[in-house]
C-alpha cells in the first residue's frame, strides 16, 4: 500500500510559477514510477509527467514540455512538479500516482493521492 500527498497548490496568474509536492509513505517509493496527470471539471483526466524509480527517464505531455519539470528525492519519498510559465488551460486539480509500469495511462497506476487545486488566472 502506498499513501500519497499532494501539496502545493494555488491560485496564480498567467505566466506564474508552482511546485507542486507529493510526499508517499511506502519506504519502497524508490521502487516505483511515479506520474502526475491533470482533471479539468467536466473534462477527462489527462498525464501530465511520469518520472521512472531510478530518475533516469521523464516523459511529459506535449502540452507542459519545456514549461513543466518532473523530478523526484528517493531519500524523501517526495516528487515534485514545478510548473513555469503557467497558462489559465493548466487550471485543473492535479493528482500525483505511483506504480510498477512505466506508463502514460491513469490505468495503470495503482495508488493516487487526493488531488491539489491549481488555478491559473488570466
Same mark, same amino acid.
Given at each position: !500500500?502506498?499513501?500519497?500527498?499532494?501539496?502545493?497548490?494555488?491560485?496564480?496568474?498567467?505566466?506564474?510559477?508552482?511546485?507542486?509536492?507529493?510526499?508517499? $509513505?511506502?519506504?519502497?517509493? $524508490?521502487?516505483?514510477?511515479?506520474?502526475?496527470?491533470?482533471?479539468?471539471?467536466?473534462?477527462?483526466?489527462?498525464?501530465?509527467?511520469? +518520472?521512472?524509480?531510478?530518475?533516469? $527517464?521523464?516523459?511529459?505531455?506535449? &502540452?507542459?514540455?519545456?514549461?513543466?519539470? +518532473? &523530478?523526484? =528525492?528517493?531519500?524523501? =519519498?517526495?516528487? @515534485?512538479?514545478?510548473?513555469?510559465?503557467?497558462?489559465?488551460?493548466?487550471?485543473?486539480? @492535479? @493528482?500525483?500516482?505511483?506504480?510498477?509500469?512505466?506508463?502514460?495511462?491513469?490505468?495503470?497506476?495503482?495508488?493516487?493521492? !487526493?488531488?491539489?487545486?491549481?488555478?491559473?488566472?488570466?
Amino acid at each position: !500500500q502506498v499513501h500519497l500527498v499532494e501539496s502545493g497548490g494555488g491560485l496564480v496568474q498567467a505566466g506564474g510559477s508552482l511546485r507542486l509536492s507529493c510526499a508517499a $509513505s511506502r519506504r519502497t517509493f $524508490s521502487s516505483v514510477n511515479m506520474g502526475w496527470f491533470r482533471q479539468a471539471p467536466g473534462k477527462e483526466r489527462e498525464f501530465v509527467a511520469v +518520472i521512472s524509480w531510478s530518475e533516469s $527517464s521523464t516523459n511529459y505531455a506535449d &502540452s507542459v514540455k519545456g514549461r513543466f519539470t +518532473i &523530478s523526484r =528525492n528517493n531519500t524523501k =519519498n517526495t516528487v @515534485y512538479l514545478q510548473m513555469n510559465s503557467l497558462k489559465p488551460e493548466d487550471t485543473a486539480t @492535479y @493528482y500525483c500516482a505511483a506504480g510498477a509500469f512505466w506508463s502514460t495511462g491513469a490505468d495503470r497506476y495503482a495508488y493516487w493521492g !487526493q488531488g491539489t487545486q491549481v488555478t491559473v488566472s488570466s
